[in-house]
């Protein structure tokens, strides 16, 4: 008999409901509408807990785990839930309405910062608006001052790589490039339907992709060149051009990549040389015997002369880093030097001069330094494996001091000397020129900025800089930063000769003007001051009867940053409510202490946060109680399963969106890449500890039959191969199960052809978000705004 109080354990209980008011007439009842049939098993998994022994919990809908493309069962269950979940969203009545807005709110023209590539023109991502992918468009010098001057809407240049050739349904996506050091050739990554998985084409840059015959995989005009089995890895090339680094795992049977879920491990780092099968790569580091779940990345030196080897055993800015000579070429003998032979610190490298290498690391430094050292080539030494390597680099030296009340999050170095580096305060970019030999402090740029720099191109080479920006009204501005014309300074860097806009996007259906963006403080359930961002029309009265959307995420050290979302602005217009980011305690909004305080035994901090923010909303009259709605995805998806099992009606949340999240906290691990967030959540599989903690909180193990729940949509992707479907649809059918009578429907959305996010269709995302809208709307009876 198990020791565990879940919600698994109840079959069919009548229990007397909690109260909870935020109920609507949707003409909608559960009686008239009952949820698919999900069968119901006796199966049971035995774990060891550390309070209790061993212990059997409940697994009734593991069958769910098996993927739709291998279960007729699972595929079965799986469309009679679209079905029921498409029949609710035909009557939802703004469906219509708010797909025609969002159709125009998304068809803006929008570009990434144009980048210097070594054959010297400027490259760029860009869509016209409804494009299903972007693309990539080049230019020369020449036409990009023109279009500066003009203030051209129009793409500069000529296209380069048309992604959109490669499918008919805008499934397929670009997920890498990579330039030689020459400029000759691009490596670039192609994925299909959302997966995480892509394969590595190659083609001169002489060579535009803008046309596909049917079957040609990575378009017309390519090399032979094809790479497979590969995810989560980079392309790195050495500056000779005769090939790259990449990472890939063993190869796999599975025919439709991205449904699979077996466990990803023993990553190994290859060098592909142009013009050979893959089958005669050279393995430069093989898989870790000891920790299998290693990955492997690597940076080529501004000189060209070093490898610097990161290797990660999970999502912990926590590696291990090690450097080679490349100087007599790329082998599978070659002999490493170790930076840190422990999971300790983060250190990313900048540049370096000869022997002293510049870096960016939170050793010793929670907020983050930048430091130097100088290596020693005699300790380079050749092991079998580099994880036999012990001791790295005994002192590094300040460069930038951490900064206690700024979280310093990256760093370029431009033009010789200038090191652009962007500090977080309080959720806020800001953007200074440093010296990059003397660590002087030189100027701020752009002080008008509030809101998130994106994206900062240049390199060491060049004398001048890209910077994009957004905000939660700003869609996107790129600043020119230009040290042309310089006049000769010695060793010591400058301030930048020009800052100008280079280009800002406009959305002709959100004005900035029309809405004000304003952060605040509010003290959480243990006291401590979390940040929210309010973003909400200007005449919009705080009186407590507008509807607010709070989105947070609250996890694995990502700080959720002020970013420009046309379909949450369109939701913000349509029904005059507040968007509210909530900077949950897990993330990176405050180093590595807040990460901290939001992971493992403290990721009930996170709910909390969420939860404390949502009272808050309501009680100072941003929002109406019970016109609440919280979404979030991936981990926030998980923590919103997590926060509906938690509330009460002091909350005043009436919807709740989790989006492809992670929801059966026991058995994440043995999943695709979960093993790697046990950095975050622990590892329930083999420390009791652990075990104990998650169910605690666990959304699918601690759904409760005996209060009324919000509407709740669980939508996930089919193609989603890093959280896996079956942590939303065992959620959907326990849910369903335990809450079969709640008046507020609970309701699975699948993706199809889709993956966790990322290469996801313009189309695609409008749908989704027209779909999800319009539920909340149905579900607490939202008016709907004239447009404007």
């Not at 082998?331 to 999971?343: G, K, N, R, T, V």
């Amino acid at each position: 008999m198990s020791l565990w109080r879940s919600s698994l354990t109840r079959v069919g209980r009548s229990v007397a409901r909690l109260p909870h008011v935020y109920t609507r007439n949707m003409n909608w009842t559960p009686s008239a509408n009952p949820y698919p049939a999900a069968r119901r098993s006796d199966a049971a998994t035995t774990y060891a807990s550390a309070k209790h022994g061993q212990v059997t919990v409940p697994e009734p809908y593991d069958w769910l785990e098996v993927p739709p493309s291998q279960s007729p069962e699972t595929k079965a269950w799986t469309e009679a839930q679209a079905a029921y979940t498409a029949k609710f969203v035909a009557e939802c009545p703004d469906k219509t309405t708010l797909q025609q807005r969002l159709q125009k709110n998304w068809d803006y023209a929008r570009t990434s910062a144009p980048s210097l590539k070594p054959d010297g023109r400027y490259y760029y991502s860009y869509n016209s608006g409804l494009a299903p992918q972007s693309l990539i468009y080049r230019a020369t010098r020449e036409q990009l001052d023109k279009a500066q001057q003009s203030a051209a809407t129009e793409p500069m240049g000529e296209l380069f790589f048309d992604t959109n050739v490669l499918s008919d349904d805008g499934t397929v996506a670009l997920t890498w490039t990579s330039f030689s050091h020459s400029g000759k050739y691009i490596a670039y990554g192609i994925s299909r339907s959302g997966s995480d998985w892509f394969k590595i084409f190659l083609r001169e840059t002489s060579a535009p992709m803008t046309s596909c015959q049917p079957g040609t995989e990575g378009g017309d005009g390519r090399l032979p060149d094809v790479l497979d089995h590969i995810k989560f890895s980079g392309i790195t090339w050495t500056h000779d051009d005769k090939g790259f680094f990449y990472q890939r795992f063993p190869a796999t049977e599975q025919e439709d990549k991205g449904t699979e879920t077996d466990a990803n491990q023993d990553a190994q780092l290859y060098y592909h040389r142009l013009g050979t099968p893959q089958s005669e790569d050279i393995l430069v580091v093989d898989s870790d015997p000891v920790t299998r779940s290693s990955m492997w990345s690597c940076d080529v030196t501004d000189d060209g002369q070093w490898c610097i080897l990161s290797n990660s055993k999970d999502t912990d800015n926590k590696h291990r880093y090690y450097i080679t000579s490349l100087e007599h070429g790329v082998s599978s003998d070659m002999a490493w030097i170790p930076l840190s032979s422990e999971f300790k610190f983060a250190l990313d490298y900048l540049a370096n001069d000869g022997l002293r290498f510049y870096m960016l690391t939170n050793k010793d430094a929670p907020n983050y330094r930048i430091v130097y050292f100088d290596l020693d080539p005699s300790q380079a030494q050749r092991v079998q494996h580099v994880s036999q390597l012990q001791g790295g680099v005994h002192t590094f030296h300040d460069l930038i001091a951490e900064d206690k009340n700024a979280i310093l999050t990256t760093a370029t170095v431009i033009d010789h000397n200038k090191l652009l580096v962007v500090c977080s305060r309080d959720v806020k970019d800001e953007l200074w020129v440093h010296d990059l030999h003397s660590g002087q402090q030189i100027t701020r740029l752009l002080p008008d900025l509030v809101g998130t720099i994106g994206q900062i191109t240049g390199r060491r080479e060049h004398k001048e800089s890209f910077v994009a920006s957004v905000s939660f009204v700003n869609p996107g501005r790129v600043d020119r930063v230009s040290w042309e014309g310089a006049a000769a300074s010695g060793s010591q860097a400058m301030a930048p000769v020009s800052v100008t806009e280079f280009s800002t996007t406009h959305v002709a259906g959100i004005r900035a003007d029309d809405y004000v963006s304003t952060q605040v403080f509010f003290p959480s359930k243990d006291g401590t001051k979390i940040p929210m961002f309010l973003t909400h029309p200007k005449d919009m009265p705080i009186d407590g009867t507008a509807p607010a959307y709070v989105y947070f995420y609250g996890g694995f050290n990502i700080p959720l940053t002020p970013v420009f979302s046309p379909s949450m602005m369109t939701w913000v217009a349509s029904y005059r409510g507040v968007l509210a980011f909530v900077n949950a305690r897990g993330g990176g909004e405050y180093g590595d202490k807040w990460h901290d305080a939001g992971r493992l035994f403290h990721k009930q901090n996170v709910f909390d946060d969420v939860l404390g923010a949502c009272q808050w909303l309501h009680e100072n009259k941003y929002a109406k109680k019970g016109h609440i709605t919280i979404a979030g995805g991936s981990n926030g998806g998980m923590g919103v399963g997590a926060v509906v099992n938690q509330c009460t009606d002091a909350h005043g949340i009436g919807a709740a969106i989790a989006d492809v999240g992670v929801h059966d906290m026991l058995k994440f691990p043995l999943w695709t890449i979960g093993k790697a967030w046990t950095a975050d959540y622990g590892n329930p599989q083999e420390d009791g500890q652990a075990l104990d903690y998650n169910m605690t909180y666990s959304p699918l193990h601690t759904v409760r039959a005996d209060k009324t729940y919000p509407a709740v949509i669980l939508a996930c992707a089919d193609h989603d191969d890093r959280v896996v479907p079956a942590h939303s649809f065992k959620m959907a059918a326990e849910m369903q199960h335990q809450l079969a009578q709640n008046p507020n429907p609970i309701l699975l959305r699948v993706e199809l052809q889709a993956g966790h996010g990322a290469g996801k269709s313009t189309q695609k995302r409008i749908e989704e978000a027209a779909e999800k809208f319009a539920i909340v709307a149905r579900v607490l009876d939202l008016p709907l705004a004239k447009a404007t």
